[in-house]
């Protein structure tokens, strides 16, 4: 069986899903020997790891390298890679990029945003691609500041979110990830489908959460999640501890 039936088994049985991103050997061994269920190789390496305000910047090769980096050091968790802006615009980029993604890091899920594109995802689905359709907020499509919010508080916006749901659920998607999606919509999305929704700053009433590596050791680049318990103090005491250190 393979570790994605395994984690669709054990969702089954009702266990829960946690998510973790690393970038490098060292984090996702600790990640895997900590037994968390997925570790996502995430295009937030734009921001945390090159320092950049967003996410556009990222290639489909430092995707590839920080992804055979984080596979030496996983044994047990599933590895989950992010496919970067523009790596997907089309039928034929899409399916060219992610079997070179599923090739080259030996992933067992690929995540991808759903704006308007959701044909190119049923495509891949066809081709047994395993999709996680990534909804909410898209930080590959925002503009500015203010497209980090809450999604899904208005009525519209909130049944445009819960039709692409349901469709993807419907296409056979594996997984949906909800980043910043309003806590009662996340909450009806998780018990309306039957693929295991897990989400950020979406609310504790989902299948599974997710976090960004740096956010929880409170070391982020850019301004640390307002979601996120702040940890800044844990690295602060480290380092200031090595400073006094004869
Ligand atoms: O790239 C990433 O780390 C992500 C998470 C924010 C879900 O997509």
């Known amino acids: 069986m393979s570790k994605l039936e395994k984690l669709l ?13 690393a970038y490098d050997a060292s984090i996702s061994k600790f990640l895997d020997s900590k037994n968390i269920s997925i570790i996502l ?8 790891i090159k320092g950049n ?7 489909l090769q430092e995707i590839i390298y920080h992804s055979k980096c984080a596979m030496s050091g996983i044994n047990k968790s599933l590895l ?18 992610s079997q070179k993604v599923l090739d080259e890091t030996h992933a067992d899920i690929l995540k991808l945003e759903v704006s308007n594109n959701i044909g190119i995802i049923e495509y891949l689905i066809g081709k047994d691609i395993p999709v996680c359709a990534h909804l909410g907020l898209l930080p590959q499509t925002v503009k500015n500041k203010l497209g980090f919010r809450k999604y ?11 039709n692409k749901a349901a469709s993807l659920d419907y296409m056979g998607v594996k997984m949906i990830l909800l980043e910043c999606v309003e806590n009662k919509l ?11 929704v897990i989400g950020i700053g979406s609310g504790p009433n989902l299948d599974g959460q997710v976090a960004v590596i740096y956010d929880l050791l409170g ?15 844990y690295f602060d005491k480290i380092i200031k501890d090595f400073i006094k250190r004869k």
Do not use: W
């Not at 989950?80 to 034929?92: E, G």
């Open 80 to 97: 989950m890679v992010d496919l970067p802006k523009n790596t997907y615009n089309t039928k034929r980029q899409a399916l060219y990029n």
């Open 186 to 196: 996340s909450k009806k999305i998780t018990s309306l489908t039957n693929c295991p």
């Open 152 to 162: 899904g508080k208005n009525p519209s916006e909130a049944a445009s979110i819960m």
């Open 53 to 59: 305000k967003t996410t556009h910047n990222v290639t």
């Open 41 to 48: 190789i995430g295009d937030s390496l734009g921001q945390v």
């Open 9 to 21: 088994k054990n969702y089954k049985k009702g266990k829960s899903i946690s998510c973790i991103t």
């Open 219 to 233: 070391i982020s680049f850019n301004k640390i999640s307002s979601f996120t318990k702040d940890n800044t103090k």
